[in-house]
């Protein structure tokens, strides 16, 4: 029994989640043009989970996917989920401000298979947003809807405060809701009062924000980390240890990755995995649409130089 199963309250659903490891974000390749690279999709899909990836995550913010129109959106989750095929599960990403988008959203993803979707709270731009309630009855409707659980992405660029006993009451209360993927500050902080505060509602408290507070999340209880997808053999040497109950090689294998990590973090952001993998040669081009920037040579050369040191399989596979 690891580490976390014997420290929390939620020892049983922790242990049963559907749910847990390594899941994560599955980026967008486009041509030099901006088009989809729906091929180079595929690579991407088949690296990762050469990789070790759990799972996987699709149309996420480190997917690019604010820069998708609604067909590029249906047409990326049918290629994904009938390329993987099962071999993992896949989270589809659903985030929309209108509730009823939203449901048909997620009952278009699970038809197609999706394992979970994951919903960010209703908002628009740098103003709009909706009080508690609004917040509940959007996720309460969205549950009903479903078959498949809810994951609640908690994450500052919503800019929707959600304390942690509003997740617990949300989750006890609303049967498909019981996956909370914490990014906000504090975030072990709040995991641990979350999983508290919920109890046996909580199957699934994960990490997320590219692990940058992976291993403190992990001490207080989580079962789960959505991660960037540029390495996730890296995050599942880290992870196995954890889940095997050795704390110290866990944390040792954190401190070795972690300067690759933070520099994902707080450098690279959310084009470090399709830089590695133009690297590693998983994709042709790494550039993102208009307008969003892309990755000064710079950056890019610190990256890889991070990199290379910890022999990442993204810096190998394609070659």
């Known amino acids: 029994m690891s580490p976390a199963q014997t420290t929390t309250p939620t020892a049983t659903a922790a242990a049963t989640a559907r749910y847990r490891g390594?899941?994560?974000?599955?980026?967008?390749?486009?041509?030099?043009?901006?088009s989809l690279d729906l091929p180079g999709q595929k690579r991407v899909v088949d690296f990762m989970i050469d990789a070790g990836s759990n799972g996987l995550c699709i149309l996420a913010n480190f997917s690019e996917q604010f820069v998708l129109s609604d067909d590029e959106r249906e047409t990326l989750?049918?290629?994904?989920?009938?390329?993987?095929?099962?071999?993992?599960?896949v989270?589809?990403?659903t985030t929309h401000f209108s509730t009823d988008v939203c449901?048909?959203?997620?009952?278009?993803?699970?038809?197609?298979?999706?394992?979970?979707?994951?919903?960010?709270p209703p908002y628009h731009g740098a103003t709009l947003r909706v009080g508690e309630a609004?917040?509940?009855?959007?996720?309460?409707?969205?549950?009903?809807?479903?078959?498949?659980?809810?994951?609640?992405?908690?994450?500052?660029?919503?800019?929707?405060p959600m304390s942690a006993a509003f997740l617990a009451r949300l989750a006890q209360e609303t049967a498909n809701v019981r996956y909370f993927?914490?990014?906000t500050p504090g975030a072990a902080t709040k995991l641990r009062e979350l999983i508290a505060l919920g109890g046996e509602a909580?199957?699934?408290?994960?990490?997320?924000?590219?692990?940058?507070?992976?291993l403190p999340d992990l001490h207080a209880g989580a079962t789960g980390a959505m991660t960037g997808g540029g390495y996730p053999d890296g995050i599942?040497?880290?992870l196995d240890a954890w889940t095997a109950g050795d704390r110290d090689t866990a944390a040792e294998r954190y401190a070795r990755w972690l300067p690759l990590i933070n520099y994902e973090n707080r450098q690279g952001g959310i084009l470090t995995a399709k830089a590695l993998m133009q690297a590693g040669g998983v994709i042709a081009c790494d550039a993102p649409r208009h307008p969003f920037p892309p990755m000064h040579p710079a950056v890019r050369e610190g990256l890889l130089a991070t990199a290379r040191p910890l022999d990442p399989l993204v810096l190998r596979w394609g070659r």
């Open 22 to 34: 390594v899941f994560p974000v599955v980026p967008t390749p486009f041509h030099p043009d901006g």
């Open 134 to 160: 609004a917040v509940g009855e959007f996720y309460r409707r969205l549950a009903a809807a479903l078959a498949i659980p809810v994951m609640v992405q908690d994450a500052p660029m919503a800019g929707t």
């Open 181 to 183: 993927k914490i990014e």
């Open 103 to 120: 449901i048909a959203r997620s009952l278009r993803a699970q038809a197609q298979g999706a394992a979970m979707v994951m919903v960010m």
């Open 236 to 238: 599942r040497q880290i």
């Open 202 to 214: 909580i199957e699934g408290p994960w990490d997320g924000e590219e692990a940058i507070t992976l």
């Open 91 to 93: 989270i589809v990403t």
């Open 77 to 89: 989750t049918r290629l994904i989920l009938e390329h993987v095929a099962g071999r993992v599960p």
